[in-house]
């Protein structure tokens, strides 16, 4: 049997996010249904107050140049508006999912380049078997040599206690 209230991703459910998002950033400014209409309207956005109150209440659906408006009368970026609203209240919670996710998309992104760049290298030590072992030899050095230089640059030099050419020490 399925859940009545399944969890959702953090883009699900963005309409509704919208709606919630949009009272709570009116009230939190101290701003009136009529206020933010008004400050709508002065951006080019046209909508009346009822429109306001209908969209905060689900009453009225919001289409894309409205959250458009929304977004940029509050000063939010339009993925923010969207985001769940416990999250979306914490604008830097979704600054930082935000750079998660793009952190994630460039390493999916980077995987995509490591693989089509190691295809290339095999196809081509495929038609060079004679130099293909120094090429290995090569490639695994350098992944190596990289390895240790992020290893290090993000947890420091290794420390002698992880030495295991130093010498024990005597009792």
Avoid at 82 to 108: K, N, S
Avoid at 133 to 139: H, N, P, R
């Amino acid at each position: 049997m399925a859940d009545a209230d399944p969890a959702q991703g953090v883009l699900l459910s963005g309409e509704n996010n919208v709606a919630v998002r949009i009272k709570l950033e009116r009230e939190a400014r101290g701003w009136s249904t009529n206020a933010l209409s008004d400050r709508l309207n002065e951006a080019g956005f046209d909508m009346n107050p009822s429109a306001v109150w209908r969209i905060e209440n689900g009453r009225r659906r919001i289409n894309l140049d409205e959250a458009i408006g929304f977004a940029e009368v509050f000063g939010l970026d339009l993925r923010n508006l969207v985001g769940p609203p416990q999250l979306a209240a914490q604008a830097r919670a979704m600054e930082l999912i935000d750079e998660v996710v793009d952190a994630f998309r460039a390493t999916q992104r980077a995987n995509v380049t490591l693989t089509e760049a190691r295809d290339a290298l095999d196809a081509y030590l495929t038609e060079h078997p004679g130099i293909r072992e120094e090429a290995e030899i090569a490639v695994s050095n350098a992944i190596a040599a990289e390895a240790s230089k992020h290893l290090q640059k993000a947890y420091g030099p290794p420390s002698d206690e992880h030495d295991t050419d130093a010498p024990a020490d005597e009792a």
